[in-house]
């Protein structure tokens, strides 16, 4: 019975430990996953990329700024765009995109260089959206549809609910971003809303192999898919802790039988 003491305490003690080392280190730290650009028919520039919270706390305000060069180095312009996504939880990532007119020295561009920044965020926001369904099509104008159905599982409406879509390519660069409100765009608690997110720029629909989506309203975020990782550690513990009680009630059994002969 000491062992199976010591095995539970020490599970205790790992999500303590877990728990007080958060709250101690928690800061968001917001990176950029991928990126490219390519021009419209109008020759704005646009910059399509992708970041990732991978801090412990929620940020805001996620703001992605791009210096633009010519072929001399030298800076054409500075522009910047925020995330799709305005309250980013940890874990969480969101599209962003950021354009340069021709006005503005578009075509000048020999390259460009991405920094972040953000504000840290310990509200956070609370999970009630889901993601129902969702199914994609190309129409007869070439534009790529994102098709779906969100539920609003929160106890109060959802306000201005948007549903985003990233697209890759086949080598998991993002390539474009887009994003559209439901109908209606406030969903009542426990009622659901209908979506269409249009990808417009052709060449880049070309150019899509894969895509994700994500979803927010002014009240509530996203409902995740189940942490693999987290679930494999407590499965591992439990099971560790099963086989351990289970051995030393046979051992016990056996000491039982032992003092009867």
């Known amino acids: ?22 709250s ?17 028919s109008l020759n704005t520039l646009w910059v399509v990329g992708e970041v990732e919270n991978t801090g412990d706390m929620a940020t805001q305000f996620t703001k992605v700024t791009a210096t633009f060069y010519n072929s001399s180095n030298q800076v054409v312009a500075v522009e910047t765009g925020y995330t799709e996504i305005d309250v980013l939880l940890p874990g969480r990532k969101s599209p962003f ?23 840290n965020y310990a509200a956070g926001k609370p999970l009630a959206l889901q993601i129902l369904s969702n199914s994609s099509r190309i129409d007869e104008l070439g534009y790529m549809h994102v098709l779906g159905e969100i539920k609003n599982t929160g ?24 994003s559209s409100y439901t109908e209606p765009s406030d969903i009542n608690s426990n009622q659901t809303a209908a979506f269409d997110i249009e990808l417009t720029y052709t060449q880049q629909v070309m150019k899509v192999a894969s895509y994700t989506l994500t979803a927010e309203s002014m009240d509530y975020a996203l409902i995740p898919e189940y942490n693999q990782t987290t679930i494999s550690l407590i ?3 439990t099971l560790t802790l099963t086989l351990i009680i289970s051995k030393h009630k046979r051992h016990t059994r056996s000491l039982k039988r032992a003092s009867y002969v």
């Open 1 to 22: 019975m000491r062992k199976v003491r010591i095995v539970a305490a020490l599970i205790l003690m790992f999500f303590a430990f877990s728990c007080v080392f958060q």
């Open 24 to 40: 101690a280190e928690a800061l968001g730290n917001v990176d950029i996953l991928s990126h490219s650009s390519f021009y419209d």
């Open 97 to 119: 995109s950021i354009m340069l007119l021709k006005s503005s020295g578009s075509l000048e561009v020999y390259n460009y260089s991405l920094t972040v920044s953000w504000d």
């Open 155 to 178: 106890s109060s409406t959802a306000r201005f609910t948007k549903a985003i879509a990233t697209f890759y390519d086949a080598n998991g660069t993002v390539v474009g971003e887009a």
């Open 235 to 237: 499965a591992l513990l």
